[in-house]
C-alpha cells in the first residue's frame, strides 16, 4: 500500500488542523494505520493508531485533543487536532500495517509510511 499524507500547516496555539492521508492500493480496510510523529532532534514517537476494527488508541500528551478515523470506502485516515500546542510542532507520517493489538504503538510494527506533512504550532 502506497500513502500520501498532507495537512500540514502553521497554525497558532489553541488552534485546529485537520491531516489525511490516503491510500492506494487494495486491502486498505485490513490494515491498521496509525499516525506517528518526528519533531526537530527527537525520535519518531506514535500519536494514534486505528485498527480494521476501527478500535483506536492514543498516545497520552494528545488524548482528548486528537482525534483518528478512517474512511474505508475512500482508502483515506484522517486525524483531527485541536488544542494544539507548540509541543505538537513536528513532522506527521502516516502509516499502515497488520500489527497484533499489544504491537499496535510500535514504529516497527509498520512497514509503509508515507513522506510526511510538516505540522507547525505556533504563537
Known amino acids: 500500500v502506497q500513502l500520501q499524507a498532507s495537512g500540514g500547516g502553521l497554525v497558532q496555539i489553541g488552534g485546529s488542523l485537520r491531516l489525511s492521508c490516503a491510500a492506494s492500493?487494495?486491502?486498505?480496510?485490513?490494515?491498521?494505520m496509525a499516525w506517528f510523529r518526528q519533531a526537530p532532534g527527537k525520535e519518531r514517537e506514535f500519536v494514534a493508531a486505528i485498527r480494521w476494527t476501527s478500535y483506536t488508541a492514543y498516545a497520552d500528551s494528545v488524548k482528548g485533543r486528537f482525534t483518528i478515523s478512517r474512511d474505508n470506502a475512500e482508502n483515506t485516515v484522517i486525524l483531527r487536532m485541536s488544542n494544539l500546542k507548540s509541543e505538537d510542532t513536528a513532522v506527521y507520517y502516516c502509516?499502515?500495517?497488520?500489527?497484533?493489538?499489544?504491537?499496535?504503538?510500535?514504529?516497527?510494527?509498520?512497514?509503509?509510511w508515507g513522506q510526511g506533512t510538516l505540522v507547525t504550532v505556533s504563537s
Open positions: 492500493g487494495d486491502s486498505f480496510s485490513s490494515y491498521s
Open positions: 502509516a499502515a500495517g497488520r500489527p497484533i493489538a499489544s504491537t499496535l504503538r510500535l514504529l516497527g510494527s509498520y512497514p509503509n
